[in-house]
């Protein structure tokens, strides 16, 4: 694990009321930029889980990069923002 701390980073990301075969999901990350300036491309959201923190619900999307990096992203919904939770190593999920 490279990140242990919440970062803020900009997200594209599709909002949906309801879902459909080519949107499967409500909310859907696409692309992300963070404060070092690094874009990465979503190629493929691996989960996707929520939890409750206080009066807030954090959406977190494990997703891989089109350059193969693994990142837990989530979206808050009390704040409307997005933060990266961490990197995770490729051998972490195959194993």
Known sequence: MQKSEPDKINVIASFASFTTTRQKRRITPHRFLTRQGHTHVVAQIRRTYTERVGDTRHVHFVV????????????????????????????????
């Open 64 to 95: 891989q990069t089109r350059e193969g990096r693994f990142f837990d992203i989530v979206y808050d919904s009390k704040e409307m923002a997005w933060y990266m939770v961490l990197e995770i190593e490729d051998d972490l999920l195959s194993g």
